[in-house]
């Protein structure tokens, strides 16, 4: 393993975080906030020590390898919060390394659960940069820096394959650098034209950019203390609805799309069982609001419905409304829509609804062999069989994911939480959602939690949003068996 290559890389993507802390400066003078020489000495401080590691540590040009791409990505999420925590630190904003750990680790991997009780106190220019983590964590900083990479003399596939979400990889271009500019120029115009409608809705520039970069991030940090309730409009709702639902779903689709070929969402399996979920779910979640009269009007059941039902399932996280008040069955719903997530390719976390299809698709064909044993019985997704080794890579993940889930919940009951609390933490950063269920719900945050807990949810997340496998298995022998 070539760790001065794993290094030097790292070195790069600390330089780009510090490139990025000065896009928030121009907030921070305009405003007069006071935070204008924590985020310049932070960027600063960034950009030497990147520059530095890079020069010092560079290597002649090479290709990375399988096990070095595990290293460098889920060392990068670590490096990329311990530094993007410098600003918070650096102010007094948030003087505990550990709360300012977990603010941006929550921010990075697009989680949106937050340890602060009164977010509208914090400066403009630090709610800038605490957006800003979830817009460039929502789409891969790695993925960025894939576009760099190839200038440098470093190959990138594997650094790919290793920091995409996803069952699958999806290559648009024949060039892995190419690939990445491509969805990066989707998602900054899916960013540009939501922002505009934000403003044509009454957000100022500042709330709108906010939180445009936290939607289609599916990350749902806020710059209100009531995330979007604060707003009380129904345009609003509406656009960042749809916003949501966009970034739940696979970002080569949407390529395609926007090439002409707007009928590849239907041809595709994983898209036509995301939409059926969300429109089932918000049927019955309305349905349910309706009868339970928690809303004077179906429209405003389904206005409501709506929101929280593409929040979750895409694990952006806003909210509009305290789900822990309305039927016990609409929390079940969501609870599972937790488990679910987004699409394979989307910025979302969770399971993703491709491995949910398959698992689903595959028992479907176990049953039909009981009946037939001797029958060959295909998984087919998008018309093509799917081999049994991805089915046997679902199957572990999906057992990895729960006992993940499982293992975290006791620890976090043996600091002290409630067993509801625990769960809807877990579940809520392992799928990167942010609120979940009890103390950690939609009106409340994660500062209470214990010190230990704070770092086994850090941990959580990260595993979360690289898709467990990338993260442990540097934890394994084979790993660093020579």
């Known amino acids: ?43 600063i401080f960034c950009i030497v020590v990147g520059l530095l590691t890079w020069f010092l540590l560079k290597t002649p040009a090479i290709e990375v390898n399988t096990r070095e791409a595990f290293a460098i990505v889920t060392f990068a999420w670590f490096a990329m919060s311990v530094f993007g925590s410098i600003p918070f630190i650096v102010s007094g904003k948030i003087p505990s390394f550990t709360d300012a750990f977990f603010e941006t680790v929550s921010g990075f991997t697009t989680t949106g659960a937050s340890i602060l009780t009164n977010i509208e106190t914090l400066p403009k220019g630090l709610l800038f940069w605490r957006s800003m983590t979830q817009w460039l964590g929502g789409m891969g900083i790695i993925l960025l820096s894939l576009a760099i990479l190839p200038i440098l003399g470093v190959g990138g596939m594997q650094l790919f394959k290793a ?34 409608l934000l403003i044509l809705g009454g957000m100022n520039l500042f709330d709108a950019l906010a939180h445009s970069f936290t939607t289609m991030a599916t990350g749902g940090f806020s710059t209100k203390n009531l995330s979007i309730a604060h707003y009380n409009s129904a345009y609003i709702d509406i656009v960042i609805t749809v916003f949501m639902f966009i970034a739940g779903a696979n970002f080569a689709l949407h390529y395609r799309a926007l090439k002409g070929d707007i009928r590849e969402y239907f041809k595709n399996n994983e898209f036509v069982f995301y939409l059926s979920i969300v429109l089932i779910s918000i049927f019955i979640s309305t349905l349910l609001l309706t009868i339970s009269h928690n809303y004077n009007s179906f429209s405003t ?34 609870l599972i829509l937790m488990f679910i997530g987004g699409c394979a390719g989307s910025t979302g976390g969770g399971i ?69 609390s625990a769960m809807g933490a877990v579940i809520a950063c392992l799928s990167n959602i942010g609120p979940g269920l009890g103390s950690v719900g939609p009106v409340d945050n994660y500062s209470h939690i214990h010190l230990a807990g704070k770092w086994i949810l850090s941990f959580c997340m990260i595993i979360g949003r690289l898709e467990l496998f990338t993260a442990l298995v540097i934890f394994t022998k084979v790993y660093w068996k020579i």
């Open 1 to 43: 393993m070539n760790v001065k290559l794993i290094i030097s890389i790292l070195g790069i993507i600390v330089f780009f975080i510090g490139v990025a802390m000065l896009l928030a400066i121009p907030f921070s003078i305009y405003y007069s906030d006071g935070s204008l020489f924590s985020l310049l000495g932070s960027s």
């Open 352 to 420: 993703k609804n491709m491995r949910i299809l398959i698992l689903l698709k595959n028992g479907n064909a176990e049953l039909r062999k009981l009946i037939h044993p001797k029958a060959i019985v295909p998984v087919r997704y998008n018309d093509k069989t799917v081999p049994q080794d991805i089915i046997n890579n679902i199957l572990a993940f999906f057992v990895l994911f729960v006992t993940t889930f499982v293992v975290a919940t006791i620890i976090m009951t043996t600091l002290g939480m409630d067993i509801i």
């Open 301 to 334: 059941a389904i206005r409501y419905a709506a929101f929280q039902i593409v929040s979750i399932i895409t694990t952006t996280g806003y909210s509009t409304a305290d789900y822990e008040i309305w039927p016990y069955a609409i929390q079940f719903i969501l």
């Open 163 to 196: 920091e995409s979400p996803g069952p699958t990889v999806d290559k648009i271009k024949p060039r892995i650098g190419e690939t990445a500019k491509v969805l990066w120029q989707v998602y900054v115009l899916l960013t540009f034209v939501q922002t505009l």
